[in-house]
């Protein structure tokens, strides 16, 4: 390995201990936001460590910066997350308040990952049982206001929180159930809350 400036010792003590202290590596603006300097410059010192054999990443995926370490990636813990588990959706309260908190669940990778934000919720209900979500399952979520075709999503008309795989109409939402005893839910005004992620079983 060649020898690295003062700088981009920095950096790379500063990625390493951000590392070490969060399971997950930094991003490049949070390295940029640490020393005061621009983006551009975080790259800069990212692609030198890279070229003398500090660093490795992946450029398609976020938070992939990995110190080198006897020639190998340091392996790094797995990213962890506390994620809120809410309870009974009280009626009229935003989904994430306190009133429906009731407690948090830790879950790691695959389940959840780094820039994302989830919530859990309790299944109940056999309106999904086909796609293999079954009453007292838990669904973790991903927090997000938009969905695509096809995708299951939690979502909320009229207060009520529901489990359903979406579908956009002409002039309205269809939330499919994925069991023929159920009827499909169509409207107007529905409000997207997450997308789901993962299902948690335990038995």
Request: proline share 5%; with cysteine.
């Amino acid at each position: 390995m060649r020898k690295i400036t003062e700088r981009q010792q920095e950096v790379l003590t500063f990625i390493s201990n951000y590392s070490e202290n969060n399971c997950y590596p930094p991003t490049v603006r949070e390295i940029s936001g640490h020393f005061g300097i621009s983006v551009r410059a975080v790259q800069d010192h990212i692609a030198a460590l890279q070229k003398k054999g500090f660093l490795t990443l992946c450029e398609k995926r976020p938070r992939s910066i990995r110190v080198i370490e006897d020639g190998k990636p340091r392996g790094s813990r797995p990213f962890f997350s506390k994620v809120p588990l809410l309870g009974t959706v009280a009626a009229g309260k935003p989904l994430l308040s306190e009133e429906n908190f009731d407690g948090y669940i830790n879950l790691t990778e695959p389940f959840v990952r780094p820039d994302k934000k989830y919530f859990a919720l309790r299944v109940r209900g056999q309106s999904m049982i086909n796609a293999g979500i079954l009453e007292g399952d838990l669904a973790i979520v991903e927090q997000q206001q938009t969905a695509e075709n096809g995708q299951i999503v939690v979502a909320v008309i009229d207060d009520a929180i529901t489990i359903k795989r979406y579908y956009k109409e002409a002039t309205r939402v269809r939330l499919q159930p994925e069991n023929p005893a159920f009827k499909a839910i169509y409207s107007q005004d529905v409000r997207i809350v997450g997308v789901l992620s993962n299902i948690v079983r335990t038995y």
